[in-house]
């Protein structure tokens, strides 16, 4: 009895210890090795003056993602649109959610009716609601068609623009939107807007 029980406690040790040294060799192996540009970071507690990733975005990049419009139009770019050619795109691209004419579509109505303008309950529209027709191009231009943001040339835009104005009732079918005549649309809703002129201090409830 005292033999056989000897050598399985003499494996009980062993064989640990030598899964862990094999272990050991092939985590060192196989780990991978910091270059020594992490290496030197890793043992100070300053902040690194800059952390060796990523480069600097090229003009071009930042272009792309640089068309924020401003309310007065600043951002704007060259083009314009038509009511009629909306109109072509409109049927095209945006009626499946918007409905015929802007009216009614599963994700919402962007032209006001007369019959919502005179009850109560009305949806938010473009007509109603928007403070700034400028930001109808922008958000066109960065959002919709929902399925595909970004697809439509600005030219595309501003013909969207002039038709969902013309079909509010804010400009006349003819007018010509580009960057000079959209900011002097007047939208019907500015003036239910209030500027926020709080500072921050004990005013703000
Ligand atoms: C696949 C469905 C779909 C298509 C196609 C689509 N839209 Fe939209 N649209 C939406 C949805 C959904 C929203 C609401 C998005 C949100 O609230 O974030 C929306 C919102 C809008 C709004 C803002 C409405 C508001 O008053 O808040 C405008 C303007 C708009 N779309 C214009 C267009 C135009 C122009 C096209 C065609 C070029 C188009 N959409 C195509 C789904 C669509």
């Known amino acids: 009895m005292q033999k056989p029980f000897g050598v399985i406690f003499k494996l009980y040790i062993q064989l ?22 992490y290496l030197a ?33 600043k951002g704007l770019p060259a083009g314009s649109g038509l009511a009629a050619k909306g109109k072509i795109i409109f049927d095209a691209k945006c009626v499946a959610c918007h409905g015929t004419g ?17 009850s109560k309950q009305t949806e938010k529209t473009i007509g109603n609601y928007w403070p700034y027709a400028t930001t109808v191009f922008d958000y066109i231009r960065r959002a919709m068609p929902f399925n595909q943001p970004g697809s439509l040339t600005n030219e ?15 400009i006349d079918e003819k007018t010509v939107i580009d960057a000079k005549s959209l900011p002097k649309v007047i939208m019907p809703a500015q003036k239910l807007f209030v500027p926020d002129d709080r500072k921050g201090g004990p005013e703000v409830k």
């Open 102 to 118: 802007g009216i009614g579509g599963p994700n919402g109505s962007l032209v006001t009716t007369t019959s919502q303008e005179k």
């Open 16 to 37: 640990p210890i030598l899964f862990s040294v094999l272990g050991v060799l092939y985590t060192r192996n196989n780990t991978f090795k910091p270059s020594n540009q």
């Open 41 to 73: 970071m890793s043992d100070t507690t300053q902040h690194p003056a800059h952390f060796g990733f990523g480069r600097v975005a090229t003009q071009a990049e930042i272009d792309r993602l640089d068309i924020d419009i401003r309310p007065d139009g």
């Open 156 to 170: 595309e835009v501003y013909h969207l623009t002039a038709y969902l104005l013309s079909a509010n009732k804010l």
